[in-house]
């Protein structure tokens, strides 16, 4: 399956980017970007896919991954089923990190831990329990306070033990090039329902495009993406109403339609159920909103969303 590039906004006045990730489950979004990416996952358990590592991974597990190579993580299993799952993600570019570290001897062993990361690294188990004391930094609102704590998590990391993720060859899927975990036909099935989701979509007519049977998507599907088909267009027809509820004043009926639900009372169900709240409430999180200049830790933005993720939407059910 080709990776989906993923553009890390990281707002007009900060060198890192933190994202504070709270979900249900954890869904299959294999991507890649040009950053760094350190990763604490919390409460999860489920397997994580880095390059060509295939891993399951329990509470805390800590991990680097380096720039452009393939990755996700993949859980349907809360530890704690009352809590969501947490994803405390910091995105850094490699080349901020080298310079930092030839004008300020301080943080001279930053080179070592970028070296190190060149097939990623997952940290020995602990370190991510200990980078819990961390987090009220991490997550401040003061965008200084945030840098200052990402710089010490990292110096701190340069040195702790860690294992490899990645053989070397896995870099050849890097950036656009075809991964083993799933056939380039579910692309086009992916690429379908990313261009056609407002319409009516049939698990035959998907199978149709794709050269496949219906049991052998719906087997693809739950192998590669972890999920049913109805459960992805679902998903890519919710995150596209989402997307139209913060962005404009368009009437809700008018958002249920273009999103692929003919049906409001349908439509406002679904979306309940997906999000915890309704439609309305959603919208009212984002009015009278200023333009910080940093990026929200707990919103994905735009940037990060399904148009850039191809394997990854927070939509609505099929009819």
């Not at 999180?285 to 993720?309: H, M, V, W, Y």
């Given at each position: ?7 890390v ?13 709270r ?18 996952t ?11 590592s ?6 805390d ?8 190579l ?14 969501p799952?947490v994803?405390?993600?910091v ?9 930092l570290a030839?004008l ?5 062993d ?31 609102a003061?965008?200084?306070?945030r ?15 860690a ?6 060859s ?8 075809t ?6 036909r579910l692309?086009?099935?992916?690429s ?8 009516p ?18 087997r ?16 890519v027809?919710?995150?596209?109403a ?8 368009m009437p ?15 439509f ?7 999000k ?8 009212r ?21 399904s148009?850039?993720?191809?394997t990854k939407r927070?939509?609505?059910a099929?009819?």
């Amino acid at each position: 399956m080709k990776a989906a590039y993923e553009h890390v906004d990281f707002g007009e006045s900060c060198s890192v980017r933190v994202y504070n990730r709270r979900l249900p489950r954890i869904p299959f979004e294999w991507h890649h970007h040009p950053e760094y990416e350190l990763t604490l996952t919390m409460n999860s358990q489920g397997k994580r896919y880095i390059g060509d590592s295939v891993a399951v991974y329990g509470d805390d597990d800590l991990v680097l991954v380096p720039p452009d190579l393939p990755h996700t993580w993949s859980s349907n299993r809360s530890i704690d089923p009352s809590q969501p799952q947490v994803a405390i993600v910091v995105w850094f570019d490699g080349a901020w990190v080298q310079r930092l570290a030839d004008l300020c001897p301080e943080y001279a062993d930053l080179r070592n831990l970028l070296r190190r990361a060149a097939c990623g690294l997952m940290f020995q188990e602990g370190s991510g329990t200990q980078m819990r004391a961390q987090l009220d930094r991490l997550l401040s609102a003061n965008a200084r306070e945030r840098l200052t704590a990402v710089l010490d998590i990292l110096v701190w990391l340069s040195d702790l033990p860690a294992e490899p993720l990645t053989s070397p060859s896995a870099f050849e899927t890097r950036a656009g090039a075809t991964s083993a975990y799933g056939p380039d036909r579910l692309n086009r099935v992916l690429s379908l329902i990313d261009t056609q989701f407002a319409h009516p979509l049939k698990v035959g007519t998907l199978a149709k495009a794709a050269g496949m049977s219906e049991r052998t998507l719906t087997r693809h599907f739950t192998q590669h993406l972890g999920e049913s088909v109805g459960d992805y267009i679902a998903r890519v027809r919710i995150g596209h109403a989402c997307r139209m509820l913060a962005d404009t004043a368009m009437p809700i009926s008018v958002i249920a339609g273009r999103s692929g639900f003919p049906n409001l009372a349908n439509f406002n169900r679904q979306f309940k159920v997906t999000k915890q709240m309704t439609p309305v409430d959603y919208r009212r999180q984002f009015s009278g909103k200023k333009n910080d200049a940093s990026p929200s830790l707990t919103e994905r933005s735009p940037s990060l969303d399904s148009k850039q993720i191809a394997t990854k939407r927070q939509r609505s059910a099929p009819t």
